[in-house]
């Protein structure tokens, strides 16, 4: 064999190998709904590279955002499904499918970053992994991302519960959205990625989002006044279609895991800063900025958390309260 057919045999040889490892990964499509420059978006892109590096390449991590692969409101049937193997969704867009995913949103129930310091390893977030596990999904991490909201509006800022009469805004949820109905509010639901356009057009008045998505999605080209209020927590959560799961290896199935609990901590390191960053990025694109005071938010508490609790027991029974007290042990 001479020289050149040693070097063009070799070279078969490690584009053959390159073939075989390609083919061996396990493909893992997740599919979300945030834009390319949303705080958390990076953080799944992160824990995507993680998954790969841990799994040594036993697993091929492609990321679909800005529902690019599948629309947020069916992320959840379609993993349930096997359609795609993973999705990340935000609680609340469990609804009536889960409504105890919702008990973070409760007005003013768990704005504390030392609450949620221990959420990934409580009991509360164990006992909803038992409950995803029941509707067909497999947990696999659970990313913080905010509990500073802006209440965004055009020509007037929304502060007190009156602000909110005669107003159309877009709601998150049944339960939650009880509160803003409390003061006068008509709500409709959608998912983030349609309120840009929905505000744009006229078709709602005013929404309440992440503070940080809304310096990410752009509404400050759309509203002009924003409230800053700590009324509810939100989180995005990964999993996964369990027949899938059970499918990797154990080496696999560890890295998730382990690069879950990283991801954890990532997504509350980059809300931290997100939520101290957003607030004067949106004064430097022209939008009023109030930050609501103490008694402000009294005022809304007490407007806004009597509607939700009744929703809340309604919608979730034993295991709203069971919950509830779980998450006592954390606050």
Request: aromatic fraction near 8%; proline fraction near 4%.
């Amino acid at each position: 064999m001479n020289r050149y057919t040693a070097m063009l045999a070799a070279t078969l040889l490690l584009s053959a190998s390159a073939v075989t490892v390609s083919q061996a990964a396990t493909p893992m499509r997740c599919s979300h709904q945030l834009p390319p420059a949303h705080h958390i978006a990076i953080v799944v892109d992160k824990w995507a590279a993680e998954v790969e590096t841990l799994s040594e390449g036993e697993i091929d991590v492609q990321v679909f955002g800005a529902d690019s692969l599948v629309k947020a409101n069916d992320n959840i049937l379609s993993v349930a499904k096997g359609d795609i193997e993973c999705a990340f969704s935000l609680n609340f867009q469990w609804g009536k499918t889960l409504p105890i995913m919702n008990v973070t949103v409760g007005p003013y129930t768990m704005s504390s970053i030392e609450a949620w310091k221990k959420w990934p390893s409580s009991e509360a977030a164990a006992f909803l992994e038992a409950k995803l596990t029941e509707k067909g999904v497999k947990n696999i991490a659970w990313m913080f991302q905010t509990n500073t909201s802006v209440f965004t509006s055009k020509g007037k800022a929304l502060v007190t519960p009156d602000d909110f009469k005669g107003i159309k805004m877009r709601g998150i949820g049944p339960a939650f959205d009880r509160g803003l109905t409390a003061m006068g509010a008509t709500t409709a639901a959608m998912p983030g990625s349609e309120v840009y356009q929905a505000l744009a057009t006229g078709v709602i008045d005013a929404a309440i989002t992440d503070v940080a998505a809304a310096y990410s999605r752009k509404y400050f080209e759309v509203q002009d006044h924003m409230t800053v209020v700590p009324v509810l927590a939100a989180y995005l959560h990964g999993y996964v279609n369990p027949a899938w799961y059970e499918g990797l290896s154990d080496k696999s199935k560890a890295a998730l895991k382990q690069a879950g609990e990283a991801a954890s901590q990532w997504a509350l390191d980059a809300s931290i800063q997100a939520a101290a960053d957003a607030p004067k990025q949106l004064e430097e694109k022209g939008v009023k900025i109030h930050i609501a005071t103490y008694a402000e938010n009294e005022a809304l508490k007490a407007a806004m958390q009597p509607a939700f609790a009744e929703g809340f027991a309604e919608e979730t029974g034993e295991d709203g309260k069971t919950l509830l007290g779980l998450i006592e042990k954390i606050q």
